[in-house]
């Protein structure tokens, strides 16, 4: 049954109407793979972005070309931050500015001002991106800083997962970690699946000590702070269940599988050491 207007209403297909009941009942076998590119998106996936994002195929060509068009001309308006923005970005493809059109609900100013953060975050903390290459953070996500689960949660989210009460500071600093992390986004936003369905990272902070608080200065909490939004639980793990299934958790987070290895995962996102390329 095709998808028609009537008056005021709109008139829902039976196969619309079946992708709205699966995304009530998803389980984490209904997701893509969290670790590179997104050849097809699945169905309920698509339907999720027309219902969250007031995404169609004609709105993504639209909106990206509007997005490119707005950062021409704020640069050409003489603003010094935009003639950046545009030096930034001149050179980004159509997918790259798709992930701030996700973002910001195709809203293209909206989506703007996201970019113009993105690129300010870049310009305001440089020593986080000065040489900036799988060699300069593979120990670092070896280490787990940041973990990042193989398998999307119920709700196609990519887990990251940060287990404070192991952390030497002395060996990892915060700002290998920050780094680490800027890497790790990167990489993984070149998946459409996760463009859509976003991140949930997951601090443990038990065991956490005042030695550990003390190699965090408050200038790299505000770089963090700019960059995430994290959904910290405490002791009260009930509600954490409910949100993330227990299967795809490792030991240490009070899950079923086995305990975290990150060099596995930095295997399947760089390739063996031999194959680094920079970033």
């Not at 060509?61 to 003489?78: H, I």
């Not at 973002?103 to 703007?112: C, L, M, W």
């Not at 505000?222 to 030991?251: A, T, Y």
Request: hydrophobic content about 35%; some cysteine; proline content about 3%.
């Amino acid at each position: 049954m095709a998808e028609t207007q009537t008056g005021t209403f709109r008139m829902v297909s039976e196969q619309e109407q079946a992708l709205r009941t699966k995304l009530d009942h998803l389980s984490t076998k209904d997701h893509g793979p969290v670790i590179g590119k997104c050849d097809l998106l699945p169905p309920h996936t698509l339907q999720k972005a027309k219902d969250e994002l007031n995404e169609t195929e004609e709105k993504r060509v639209a909106c990206v070309t509007e997005l490119q068009n707005l950062v021409q001309d704020s640069a050409s308006s003489g603003e010094e931050f935009a003639k950046i923005v545009l030096e930034k970005t001149k050179d980004k493809d159509d997918s790259f500015f798709l992930r701030f059109i996700r973002a910001r609900k195709f809203d293209v100013k909206r989506s703007y001002e996201l970019l113009k953060g993105y690129v300010r975050f870049r310009e305001q903390y440089p020593e986080l991106f000065e040489n900036l290459t799988p060699e300069a953070v593979r120990s670092t996500i070896e280490a787990g800083y940041p973990g990042i689960l193989t398998d999307r949660d119920k709700y196609g989210r990519v887990v990251l997962l940060f287990n404070i009460e192991n952390w030497d500071y002395e060996e990892i600093t915060f700002d290998e970690i920050l780094r680490a992390y800027c890497v790790i986004l990167e990489k993984l936003l070149e998946n459409e699946e996760t463009q859509i369905n976003g991140f949930c990272i997951i601090e443990n902070f038990k065991g956490f000590t005042m030695q550990q608080a003390s190699g965090i200065k408050l200038s790299e909490l505000k770089k963090m702070v700019d960059m995430l939004q994290v959904h910290v639980h405490g002791e009260e793990l009930e509600s954490f269940f409910k949100e993330i299934d227990v299967d795809i958790l490792p030991e240490e987070f009070g899950g079923s599988q086995a305990k975290y290895n990150g060099k596995i995962i930095a295997e399947k996102i760089f390739g063996t050491e031999s194959e680094d390329t920079a970033l």
